[in-house]
């Protein structure tokens, strides 16, 4: 006698397939896109210049003489400059005393171009006034009062600067301007020396353009305000910002003048620790009284780490910030981006809430508060916050992108394209505004107008890893996966923590079965962002399919902590766990998938395996056969079902299934042997024979015996 071969009859099970698997396919809802922006820098904050009049109508006279020397000096090193003019639309808005004076247009307009005029001799930057207004603000209101009530309320365009002439003496405040750096608004006291409003009007346009306070007395951005001209170092950091982009949007230096931006404030930051450092031997400890505060090189140097992701650079320049000024509420406000973006997120959300308590008012401080909120999941706090914001600051595009973004992932699509429509009718520019809104076109599967949207984004900023991430998801459902590959390379190029970018690009290398590259990607994902479930769960079902059960187990079972509950992972945790034999707990999640999808047949043959585990037959060839009515196809179940009928002795029937699976996979050299089992029971021994041979040129070693005996049997 012989014993039958189908010891190699084994039951198979598989990972669930992998196609489904890949983000923004399936289960799209629960990966949605973390679009976020941070509001960078110094909105309001920068340039604060207490000065005292009366020291300065005492150097005055000395300054001319100074100032002309200087201007003789600096003639020569700078002609050859300016090859190409920068014109700059600008509106200009005078107080109701301004206005008052005859010919004020007039009037305004001669403060202006003499004091841009060393802009534009030595930098190539021309104001074109092409506007004129009066406006009228509370009785007494400060400079920054000022301008913060014109940033609210004034709808410019783009890349337009402000400058605004007040004349009331009424006003309160001790500056003699105040400028925001980020939307290019420039607000001056008007005093009746006009050199000295001219001196002014230009230092803080300068402050427009890069330009810090300095130590040296032949500069305009002098701390003791002691110069009237352009300093070399502040000349070239106005050069390189001279191209600067004024859409408070985005950082408004590319990336290739950076890097000389930032060795110059390093060079003045330098310079300024020097001087400290020597007057402190001296026993002068008038640095931190200088009429114009230090503080903001620092300042402008976080502002531009942050945008190179420095974040350890970040909070060492706030550090220096607040040394020498307590008050710089933007060094605290970076701080908190910077810890957020390191992960500190309690940190993060215990500064702004620090920084709100003196200022409620600060609507990008509400804004950044929603970032950190959202990122901590407490997505209904994160709505408050940006709702806040907006009741400060009604058209502050930035904020409604991000309501859209929580929105979103609430799954609430409709509300989110009505907040982004209102946003990009405020702002046609608003690249994010075009990416958020093709992820609602997206995940309606409107992909023409997804794609509409994405290009949108791109056409009007190229490097933005938000489009290019979204423009990867929509390649990848048309199934262009190499494109779409290139797409999340991009995002992840741009902005390299985008885990989303890594993760996508983790489920592409997944898709083409290249599994060590897809687990590279997994975990950097899961290193970026460690609370995002899918990657845990992509990384699990990459470990599953290399074998490594154990290690899939713990990726899976932490997605599931994690809170994603999708058909795949069920299926791919209750997969791993038989191979583990872990019975019960592969059950619970082969139950979960069904409660999930009814007619997951995977999951029903996983159930038919757990059922054998027990020995009971009959339950696990219902299951199998409920696998099959679902997919009549699946291969796992046909295998199993015929295994088990063939153990059962029901010839028959494990052959037809059989029959059924080879037409599926005819190169499973195991079916061919355990059919020609089912056919010899059922003495068709010629087609025994004919898929022994088919075993054997698949390369099986069919057992000796079983072919002696069938070969016995032909010849008889
Ligand atoms: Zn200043």
Redesign the pocket.
């Known amino acids: 006698m012989f014993k039958i071969s189908f010891g190699k009859a084994e039951f198979s099970i598989d990972a669930w397939s992998i196609a489904d698997l890949s983000s923004d396919r399936a289960g799209e809802k629960r990966r949605v896109a973390i679009i976020e922006i941070d509001v960078k820098g110094e909105k309001g904050k920068v340039?604060?210049?207490p000065m005292n009049i009366r020291k300065i109508i005492k150097v005055v006279l000395f300054l001319l003489i100074l100032g002309f020397l200087a201007w003789c000096s600096s003639g020569v090193g700078t002609a050859f400059y300016s090859n190409e003019l920068r014109v700059i639309k600008t509106i200009v808005l005078v107080d109701p005393a301004f206005a008052e004076r005859a010919n004020w247009q007039e009037a305004a307009s001669r403060l202006i171009n003499l004091a841009a005029a060393p802009l534009e001799k030595e930098a190539g930057i021309k104001f074109s006034l092409e506007e004129f207004a009066a406006f009228t603000f509370e009785a007494g209101a400060t400079l920054e009062a000022v301008a913060a009530a014109l940033d609210k309320q004034l709808v410019k365009e783009e890349e337009t600067v402000v400058i605004g002439l007040v004349a009331a003496t009424a006003s309160k405040s001790p500056l003699f301007?105040f400028s925001l750096f980020s939307e290019g608004i420039a607000i001056v006291k008007v005093l009746e020396n006009e050199a000295l409003t001219v001196r002014a009007l230009l230092?803080?346009l300068a402050?427009l353009f890069g330009a810090v306070?300095v130590a040296d007395p032949d500069s305009v951005?002098d701390l003791w305000n002691r110069g009237e001209n352009l300093d070399r170092v502040n000349l070239a950091l106005i050069r390189l910002f001279r191209e600067r982009s004024f859409s408070s949007l985005r950082y408004p230096l590319s990336r290739e003048k950076r890097e000389e931006v930032r060795s110059l404030y390093q060079e003045i930051a330098a310079s300024l620790r020097r001087l400290e450092r020597e007057m402190r031997a001296k026993g002068d400890s008038s640095f931190r009284k200088a009429p114009?505060l230090a503080d903001?090189v620092y300042l402008n140097l976080a502002h531009l780490e942050l945008e190179e992701r420095n974040y350890e650079a970040v909070l060492n320049c706030c550090q220096e910030a607040l040394r020498l000024n307590s008050d710089a509420v933007e060094a605290l406000n970076l701080m908190g981006i910077a810890r957020r973006r390191q992960g500190a997120i309690d940190e993060a959300i215990a500064i702004y809430r620090k920084i709100l308590e003196r200022q409620p008012q600060e609507a990008r401080v509400l804004y950044n508060l929603g970032i950190a909120l959202a990122k901590q999941g407490k997505l209904k706090d994160a709505l408050q916050a940006y709702e806040q914001a907006l009741k400060i600051r009604p058209r502050m595009v930035e904020a409604m992108g991000n309501q859209a973004d929580v929105l979103l992932r609430l799954g609430r699509e409709k509300e989110a394209e009505d907040i982004l429509m209102k946003a990009l009718a405020i702002n046609s520019r608003f690249a994010l505004g075009y990416a958020n809104l093709a992820e609602v076109y997206f995940r309606r599967e409107e992909n023409d107008r997804a794609t509409e949207m994405v290009n949108r984004a791109l056409a009007l900023e190229p490097d933005l890893p938000e489009a290019h991430n979204m423009k990867g998801k929509i390649l990848h459902r048309q199934g262009r996966v190499e494109e779409a590959m290139k797409e999340f390379s991009l995002a992840l190029k741009f902005d390299p923590t985008q885990a989303k970018a890594a993760h996508n690009l983790g489920n592409c290398y997944l898709e083409l079965n290249r599994l060590q590259e897809a687990k590279n990607y997994f975990e950097l994902a899961q290193k970026l962002a460690p609370s995002l479930a899918e990657a845990y769960e992509g990384l699990g079902t990459c470990l599953l399919l290399m074998k490594d059960t154990a290690a899939a187990i713990f990726h899976l079972r932490r997605a599931r902590e994690l809170g994603l509950n999708s058909l795949g992972l069920q299926l791919n945790l209750s997969t791993a766990l038989i191979y583990q034999q872990k019975w019960a707990e592969a059950a619970e999640a082969a139950q979960e998938a069904l409660r999930l999808e009814p007619k997951s047949s995977l999951a029903w043959n996983n159930l038919g395996l757990l059922a054998l585990q027990e020995k009971d037959w009959s339950q696990a060839e219902k299951y199998f056969r409920q696998a099959l009515l679902y997919d009549s196809r699946n291969k796992q179940a046909l295998a199993n079902l015929a295994a088990l009928l063939l153990a059962l002795n029901r010839w028959a029937e494990a052959a037809a299934t059989y029959e059924q699976l080879l037409k599926e996979s005819p190169g499973e050299a195991i079916s061919h042997n355990n059919l020609a089992v089912a056919y010899y029971h059922l003495k068709d021994y010629r087609q025994a024979w004919a898929h022994i041979q088919q075993a054997l040129s698949l390369g099986l070693e069919v057992n000796r015996e079983f072919m002696e005996a069938v070969k016995k049997q032909l010849k008889d």
């Open positions: 340039k604060k210049p301007g230092h803080e402050h306070h951005l114009n903001d």
